[in-house]
Structures are given as C-alpha cells and as structure tokens.
C-alpha cells in the first residue's frame, strides 16, 4: 500500500502506518500552539481534508496513544523540540456530528443522545476515578444510559470536559467535526429552528 493515494480514508494514523500518500500538513499544530487561541474554526470547502487534519490532532494531541508513536517522524512537527511536550499529553472529546439522523426533530434528539452516550462511554474509566465524586459519577452513569433531558445534553460536552479536567489535571481539548450537517440536512423543514438551538447550546 506505500505509496499509494489513501482515497476516502480520513484517518491519519492509517494513512500513516499503512504508507499512503500524504501531504505533509502537520505545521498546523505548530501554529496551533504558538498561536495559543482557545478556538479555532475551519470552514475550507468539501473536500479539503478538514476530517483528515482533525484526525491528525487527534493523533498529535490525544492521551490515549503511546508518546512513542511514529505517525508524525520526518513530518514537519517533528522539527520542532519544543512541542513535543504537547504530544499525547490531553485528554481530547472527538466528536463527529456528520452520523446525527435529521429525519425529524425526536429523530435528531435520539441520534444525539447516542451520539452522547457512546462519547462518554469511551471515558468509562472515569467512574473509577478517585477524583471524581459519586454525584459526577451518576451523571456520567445517566448519559451512558441516555437518561438526559434536552437541557442536560445541551450541557454534556460542557460537563464531559470537566470531569476530564478534573480527573486528568490537563485542559481537555475538543475536536467537532461536521458540526453544521444536522443543521444542512434540517434547512427547509419545520424543526429547523429547533435543531440550530440544540447545537448552539452544545
């Protein structure tokens, strides 16, 4: 496969350890840090590797893979000494809004709550946390379950965010990806309004 053009793949660490073609974008993280700004918005047309580059932060960022990892050697990041304290030193919410169903208003509500649910079940480990309260832990226990109302869930990154901070003593960093798709596939129907509230509270 090195070598080859990874089409439709949007998943940095494949591309990576499978040696496809791969323009080298990862000066992105150096600016990143050297910038220091708290959000970053990217709205570059279809097709412009937006999924790929927030995988590749999620690679250079995220705690839960080896410091030790070859994804980024002979890449442009790699120059710089300085950052490399950065690398996989947060816990990071990656989120992909592009699966949430807009067929009607309950139908976006119910694919959110899954949405929401499987995100915090991949920090599961937090309900062992020493850190943590028991009410915290009922809280990430409820969204598991999907027990929120839509207030709630409104909330839960907000939440999901601290409970990490808390446990981990790191700022969390929180990768959203498609976040305008559900309100796309929303435009023209009679929930419209509905679901560009729901995600500008999110």
Partial sequence: MAGEMPIGNQDFKEIREKEYLYVDKSEMISQILSEGAEVYLYTRPRRFGKSLNLSM?????????????????????????????????????YLDLKILKTIDYQTFLDSLQDLMSSTYDLFGYLLDSDKLTDREKRIIESTIDEGLNTSKLMDSILTLSKLLHKHHGRRVIILLDEYDNPINHAYGKPFLQDVIGLIRGL
């Fill in 57 to 93: 932060l999620d690679a250079f960022f995220n705690l839960k893979y080896p410091k030790d990892n070859k994804w980024f050697d002979g890449l442009k990041v790699s120059e710089f000494d300085k950052y490399q304290i950065h690398k996989n030193a947060y816990p990071v919410i």
